[in-house]
C-alpha cells in the first residue's frame, strides 16, 4: 500500500508514530521520516493512524480496500522503498 504525506498540512502531532511505529518515526520534535510503501500486514494500524491524524495530512492507498483517506505525519519525509 502507498502512503503520501502532505508536508504543508503536518503539524507533527506525531499521532501515526505513535500508532504506526514501524512505518512513522520521529526525527526530532518536528520533522517525520515515513516509509512510503507499507507492508499489507500493517493495513490496520496504518488506518487507525490515518483516522488519528488531527489534521488529515496523510493519505494512503488501500487501507480500506480502496479509495485515499488521510491522516498525520511531519515535517521531513524519507524516500527509501
Known amino acids: 500500500m502507498r502512503l503520501v504525506v502532505d ?3 503536518c503539524q507533527g502531532y506525531a499521532q501515526c ?3 504506526a511505529p ?3 518515526t520521529m526525527h526530532g520534535e518536528e520533522s ?3 516509509s512510503p510503501w507499507a507492508d499489507d ?3 490496520e494500524k496504518l488506518a487507525r493512524a490515518v483516522a488519528a491524524c488531527p489534521v488529515q495530512a496523510i493519505t494512503t492507498d488501500g487501507t ?3 479509495g485515499a483517506r488521510s ?3 511531519g ?3 524519507s524516500d527509501a522503498r
Open 7 to 9: 508536508l504543508n498540512k
Open 71 to 73: 491522516a498525520t505525519a
Open 22 to 24: 514501524d512505518v512513522f
Open 41 to 43: 500486514e500493517q493495513r
Open 75 to 77: 515535517q521531513e519525509a
Open 64 to 66: 480500506d480496500g480502496g
Open 17 to 19: 508514530a505513535f500508532l
Open 32 to 34: 517525520l521520516v515515513y
